[in-house]
T-cell receptor
Framework: DGGITQSPKYLFRKEGQNVTLSCEQN?????MYWYRQDPGQGLRLIYY???????QKGDIAEGYSVSREKKESFPLTVTSAQKNPTAFYLC???????????FGQGTRLTVV | GIQVEQSPPDLILQEGANSTLRCNFS?????LQWFHQNPWGQLINLFY???GTKQNGRLSATTVATERYSLLYISSSQTTDSGVYFC??????????FGTGTRLKVLA
């Protein structure tokens, strides 16, 4: 099936550890996005990539890093510099930037 | 930056009722989408509607870009319609900005 796969679904980490969230798509989309959602809140953009080997910061990029070495993959690393990393993380993709976006099922990260 | 506000913030309906959700945005946009987030967190794309009116079954949406708002209509609501509805706008910056959401609960 075509779609966006995020893994793992649930992730627990100790404070001070870096953690990488996976996002893979087989839709042949050029653009990919990472959003963060806190309980009862809307989605905030962390990073986005319009094309392979290129990415831009979103509204809340501090404490996060990404790479886009392959068209189908856009991993997000939550570093120890992120003050409040516990959240629900959603990855999305679209054929091109600003086109119709499709979302993965999300990763719930809990840092203890 | 652009502000996106949705109303009402919370809505409780009896099964079978109709409702209208509103999305206001503070600046011109190139694109607009409506999403439904189910209780498990999955975001489902409902409409891609930068302007005009579209219908899909019991749902329809209208965007009046010149007046900076969009409406999502839900008719004959069902319990499976429960969840959070988001609108997201793209103001020409190649990234979507999400609204605050409307939390809908449909009672059987």
């Amino acid at each position: 099936d075509g779609g966006i796969t995020q893994s793992p679904k649930y992730l627990f980490r100790k404070e001070g550890q870096n953690v990488t969230l996976s996002c893979e798509q087989n839709l042949n989309h050029d653009a990919m996005y990472w959003y963060r959602q806190d309980p009862g809140q809307g989605l905030r953009l962390i990073y986005y990539s319009q094309i392979v080997n290129d990415f831009q910061k979103g509204d809340i990029a501090e404490g996060y890093s990404v790479s886009r070495e392959k068209k189908e993959s856009f991993p997000l690393t939550v570093t120890s510099a992120q003050k409040n990393p516990t959240a629900f993380y959603l990855c999305a993709s679209s054929i091109a930037a600003s086109d119709k976006a499709f979302f993965g099922q999300g990763t719930r990260l809990t840092v203890v | 930056g652009i502000q996106v506000e949705q109303s009402p913030p919370d809505l409780i309906l009896q099964e079978g009722a109709n409702s209208t959700l509103r999305c206001n945005f503070s600046d011109s946009v190139n694109n607009l989408q409506w999403f439904h987030q189910n209780p498990w967190g999955q975001l489902i794309n409902l409409f891609y509607i930068p302007s005009g009116t579209k219908q899909n079954g019991r749902l329809s949406a209208t965007t009046v870009a010149t007046e900076r708002y969009s409406l999502l209509y839900i008719s004959s609501s069902q319990t499976t319609d429960s969840g959070v509805y988001f609108c997201a706008v793209e103001p020409g910056t190649y990234k979507y900005i999400f609204g605050t959401g409307t939390r809908l609960k449909v009672l059987a």
